[in-house]
């Protein structure tokens, strides 16, 4: 199998305490039936709590949040029990994994890590001037394909490739950049740039009609919602949106810096979905939606404060990944919200 990733996987490391908006607060954790089997047979004190904790239903095991919407195993050093009591091999594949996620096709196997770990975004923000990805392969045989989809596989990854390339270019704007990324989508789909672009629904939307699509979506935590109440009255307001001109100017630097890297990120992690989806369109427009958002996010922390950096940066992917990513069916509805014709 042919294993892919980018090289700042092998760099990253937990940082557990020290972390700023820990991974262990806000969402239940998910357990694997192999851990919780373990768990149940662990004795004494530390036995007793763990089982008083696992939940069971119909899709499986889980580690329901206190009243403070943290993992019950989360101490107030904010570090985690199980870790300190059975040590790292016992921690549940959830945990083990995060912030890494796999994907694996017929004989390949893309592995990406979450801009939703702030750890990962300093790194990838702030240690990362171009994002480089690493080849192996090892003997284990992946699923059997089909030759069309085996080709289709080879497409998609070679106008992947090319579209990271495009937003690694250090000479044009990051809006310069999305448009040739369209338009070499375009090309691949036997278009002509400018007439796909014109049918393309989601290049047309306002920021509020885009805000109301956040905001129709399952939420995690009440900081979303309140940022996308804050968001949803700046887009309503024509004095506040005529700033935008203003703010891209002033930041062009940053703004060229930052969203063509989240563009690569958001590309490498999803134009592979387009085997499943069976419509890169879908991946395409997921992409501009997250990316119109994030600059958004930008935007009104600038208005908000009056100044941004890249701390603001890393808050802004964080948060939107915490909350859109992690969660399929909201993944799904802004792939596809508006593209009903296309399912």
């Not at 989240?262 to 979905?273: A, H, M, P, S």
């Not at 948060?319 to 069916?329: I, R």
Request: some cysteine; glycine content about 4%.
């Amino acid at each position: 199998m042919i294993l892919e990733y980018p090289e700042y996987y092998e760099r990253f490391r937990c940082i557990g305490g020290d972390c700023p908006d820990t991974c262990c607060a806000g969402w239940e954790v998910d357990v694997d039936r192999e851990s919780s089997q373990y768990y149940k047979s662990v004795d004494g004190e530390f036995g007793k709590r763990l089982k008083e904790h696992i939940c069971e239903d119909g899709e499986g095991c889980y580690f329901p949040l206190t009243k403070d919407k943290r993992c019950p195993f989360l101490n107030k050093a904010n570090l985690c029990d199980i870790y300190t009591n059975l040590g790292e091999e016992s921690l549940c594949q959830t945990c083990t994994e995060y912030p890494r996620y796999f994907m694996d096709i017929g004989n390949y196997e893309q592995t990406d890590m979450s801009l939703s770990c702030m750890e990962l975004g300093r790194i990838f923000y702030t240690e990362t001037p171009v994002i480089e990805y690493v080849r192996s392969e090892n003997p284990v045989e992946g699923e059997t394909l089909t030759e069309d989809d085996r080709d289709t596989l080879v497409e998609i990854l070679s106008l992947r490739n090319k579209c990271i390339s495009l937003l690694q270019d250090t000479v044009h704007s990051f809006n310069d950049k999305f448009r040739d990324v369209r338009a070499l989508v375009s090309y691949a789909e036997g278009e002509d740039p400018v007439e796909k672009d014109e049918s393309r629904g989601f290049l047309k939307e306002s920021c509020k009609d885009l805000i109301l699509l956040y905001e129709s979506l399952d939420s995690i935590n009440e900081k979303w919602s309140e940022k996308l109440s804050y968001y949803k009255e700046l887009s309503e307001s024509p004095s506040e949106l005529d700033r935008i001109p203003e703010f891209t100017s002033l930041y062009s630097e940053k703004l060229d810096e930052w969203l063509p890297k989240t563009g690569v990120y958001f590309v490498f992690r999803y134009f592979i979905d387009t085997i499943t989806d069976g419509d890169i369109e879908y991946e395409l427009c997921f992409i501009h939606r997250s990316l119109k958002l994030i600059f958004f996010m930008l935007f009104a922390e600038w208005v908000n404060k009056g100044n941004i950096d890249v701390s603001d940066m890393i808050y802004a992917a964080h948060l939107y990944s915490k909350e859109v990513e992690h969660d399929d069916d909201n993944v799904d509805r802004i792939k596809k919200s508006g593209n009903e014709d296309r399912i």
